[in-house]
């Protein structure tokens, strides 16, 4: 089952006394799936060449002439793993959820007894009579 939230993000605002226009929101989607957090950004008219994406310090950063999105990530996500693919003005970020601790059976060692020695297998038969 996906979970999906849509944002808007206002990606900067212009600094007093230029002559800069406001930049125009950043829509986004944030799906979870059971394998992965998928991020679609959309980047309509940008040059791919001239989009930058990061992740450093448990943050996920987009950076285009549109503007600058960020997005923390779950620190234990091995960023090497993250993908960004781009078609028809649609960003894919795809980022794979750390894999779940499984359950490990621990063996028990005996501490300062040297090791009991091996009993030998008995074997018994049944027959009739028994």
Do not use: Y
Request: aromatic share 2%; glycine share 4%; hydrophobic share 35%.
């Amino acid at each position: 089952m996906a979970n999906t939230s849509t944002k808007n993000i206002l990606l900067s605002q212009p600094r007093i006394g230029q002559n800069e226009t406001p930049m125009s929101v950043l829509q986004h989607t944030v799906t979870q799936t059971d394998e992965a957090t998928v991020i679609e950004v959309e980047v309509p008219g940008v040059d791919p060449a001239t989009i930058n994406v990061n992740c450093e310090a448990h943050t996920l950063t987009v950076e285009c002439h549109r503007g600058k999105l960020s997005v923390p990530i779950d620190p234990t996500t091995d960023a090497t793993k993250i993908s960004a693919d781009i078609l028809w003005g649609m960003l894919t970020l795809t980022i794979p959820l750390p894999p779940s601790p499984s359950a490990q059976s621990i063996k028990v060692n005996v501490v300062g007894q040297s090791a009991p020695a091996k009993k030998p297998a008995t074997t018994h038969r049944f027959t009739e009579k028994d």
